[in-house]
């Protein structure tokens, strides 16, 4: 055996660190381009044409708005809202509260300094390609260590027909955030398996837990099926590891999870539409149409994806142990999304249907594909770079045709937003339309038009989630911002962002006036009229109320009294942020101690 000399290893270090510092760059440079391309025809196409604008999804107008409010909110000074008191019409919903937005920070600081424009939806979809690239090629980095595997998967997945599909036709920010993300967390369940590091699985998980919750509960119950199955490979350390893991995540997310199950066990809650289950399909259906590489189809999963599921049954014995872990956890969860399942079939015997249990939480059996998309895209990489990639042309060659098929994406965008049945969207026809077409998807080519989509009211009536169940009655009031009096009289109250209201009292003098302003038990307002204190309190309607006012113009200004158990969740917050970054510092310097001994060794040796 031939034994490295301490100045033979100094040489092999000085060209791997070579070698790193120049791909390294290259591979970011390249992202930076492809992000780039992922955009260009979208945004060459309105900056040059007028052609096209953005198709108006259902979730567009409620994601967006849920951004422009948390936007509205930092510019009031105020970091963490949980009441929406500046989109929503403005009825203080405890919406953001419930659906976490920390990472959606960085798109609510861009629209700060960067007025909402169609071009500038395109340009953060250009940023957030960029990070998703970025993202899966470090994460499978970590456990692969090869970077042509990783480079490869990373193109696969981010250029997707799924992620194009939450982009731009779902429009569902939120799912598109998970998408980004969630290589951290599987890649870093592996690297649990393999090397019993968990840092990278508890970061993926918080990430994931502040961008989709539906996608981090799915991902759980996945990832806890899978220890399951790999108890053989799991020792003490590993076990250890793995409630540290979660201990971590729930003590980070406690700033979320605290205050909404306190609002959730205190409050009589609408809960969101769980559509009937609807949009199951089978495995012929799945395969055959995921190879036409449409945007249009929420059900399937992507050309290349059905590609990974084909070779991996024709290299199976192939494999190593975690590509075959990656491929089962695939293989099951599309099954699941089939009509194996009596999702909510015509036909079946109602107590078996799936829409009768808390399943009903998914919406749709489709978001269970977002894992096997990513396990069939790394495999499909493996396969290519390991077992096919004998010229090696052809790896090069599957990442042009991602790129040109990733292009066919954006023409299949521009294309669906025209075919869309367009509704007049004016300021005051648009809320409207909103209401008789609920289904109804909109065209949006011009910026004044996005203005008003993002100021939009937005009906209680269709858009009811985590609203006090006895406020529904009302919802006429909060939608269209009316303040009512005696039963049928009404006063139109004003929103002037960050619970700052303006109106108008005709009559001398008026007694319980119902603000369009709802309130939750665990919740309490202090209200201030003309700059000076005022009493109020909460209706049986849970909506707020001011007992008397007065004739004339008045401002009045709403500020939250938060419970207890909203500070204590920022505290818990922190000390997780805190241990976390405690704990990387500490592996940190141990392995800078192992290095340091290693190199001290060498020398003696020489």
């Known amino acids: 055996m031939r034994y490295i000399h301490g100045h033979d290893y100094a040489h092999m270090r000085e060209i791997i660190l070579h070698k790193r510092y120049i791909l390294n760059p290259l591979i970011i440079v390249s992202f930076i381009l492809i992000a780039f391309i992922s955009g260009s025809y979208l945004f060459y196409s309105h900056i040059i044409f007028s052609g096209n604008g953005i198709d108006g999804g259902y979730d567009m107008m409620f994601h967006f708005q849920r951004i422009m ?62 990070v998703a690239l970025l993202v899966s090629y470090f994460s499978s980095l970590s456990i692969t260590k090869n970077r042509l595997i990783s480079y490869t998967f990373s193109i696969l997945y981010c250029l997707s027909s799924m992620m194009m599909f939450y982009a731009f036709e779902a429009v569902d920010i939120g799912a598109l955030m998970a998408m980004i993300f969630l290589p951290i967390s599987i890649f870093g369940y592996v690297n649990l398996l393999k090397n019993d590091s968990w840092i990278q699985l508890t970061i993926g998980m918080i990430l994931l837990t502040f961008s989709h919750v539906l996608t981090t509960l799915i991902l759980t119950v996945t990832l806890i099926i899978w220890t399951l199955c790999s108890y053989k490979q799991m020792n003490i350390h590993k076990w250890i590891n793995l409630f540290k893991s979660g201990f971590f995540i729930l003590l980070t997310t406690a700033i ?23 949009g199951a399909t089978d ?6 149409i995921g190879l036409h590489n449409s945007v249009d189809m929420a059900d399937i999963i992507s050309f290349f994806a059905v590609i990974g599921l084909l070779l991996l049954i024709i290299f199976w014995k192939r494999l190593d142990r975690y590509v075959k872990q990656f491929a089962i956890v695939a293989i099951i969860s599309l099954g699941l999304t089939t009509n194996i399942l009596p999702w909510g079939e015509p036909g079946v015997a109602s107590w078996i249907v799936l829409t009768k249990t808390p399943l009903s939480i998914l919406q749709f059996p489709w978001r269970l594909d977002m894992i096997p998309e990513l396990c069939l895209s ?10 096919i990639n004998f010229h090696k042309l052809l790896v090069p060659s599957i990442i042009i045709i991602a790129i040109i098929f990733q292009i066919s994406n954006q023409l299949q965008v521009i294309h669906e937003a025209r075919a ?4 007049p969207i004016r300021s005051s ?49 909060t939608s269209n911002g009316f303040g009512s009096y005696k039963g049928t009289k009404i006063v139109k109250i004003e929103s002037l962002d960050n619970g700052l209201y303006k109106f108008k009292i005709n009559p001398k003098i008026i007694y319980g006036l119902n603000l369009p302003i709802v309130e939750y038990n665990t919740l309490k307002y202090k ?10 309190f909460m209706g049986q309607d849970h909506l707020l109320v001011i007992p008397a006012l007065m004739h004339g113009f008045h401002h009045l200004y709403v500020k939250v009294i938060y419970p207890h158990v909203f500070y204590v969740s920022r505290i818990v917050t922190l000390l997780g942020v805190v241990s976390i970054i405690s704990n990387i510092l500490m592996i940190k310097f141990k392995l800078c101690i192992i290095k340091f001994r290693n190199r001290k060794k060498r020398r003696r040796i020489d």
């Open 69 to 130: 409010d948390l936007t509205k909110a930092i510019k009031g000074q105020n970091f963490f809202p949980s009441l929406t008191f500046n989109s929503m019409s403005c009825n203080a919903n405890a919406m953001m509260q419930l659906y976490p937005y920390f990472t959606l920070y960085p798109i609510a600081m861009f629209f700060l300094y960067m007025k909402p424009t169609i071009s500038s939806i395109y340009l953060v979809f250009m940023i957030l390609m960029f």
């Open 256 to 278: 979320w999870w605290l205050p909404s199950l306190d609002l959730i066990l205190k409050n009589q809650l609408e809960y969101p539409n769980s559509f009937g289950l609807t």
């Open 283 to 288: 495995i012929v259906h799945l395969v055959t």
């Open 378 to 387: 790394y495999i499909l990489a493996f396969i290519l770079v390991r077992f």
């Open 420 to 423: 869309s049945k367009v509704i």
């Open 429 to 477: 026809v648009f809320y409207h339309d909103r209401l008789r077409y609920t289904k109804t998807r909109y065209y949006i080519n011009k910026n004044k038009q996005l203005k008003y989509v993002l100021n939009s009211p937005t009906s209680v009536s269709t858009i009811y989630d985590y609203y006090p169940v006895a406020a529904m009655p009302m919802n006429l009031f």
């Open 527 to 536: 209200t201030y009229l003309d700059g000076k204190p005022i009493k109020n």
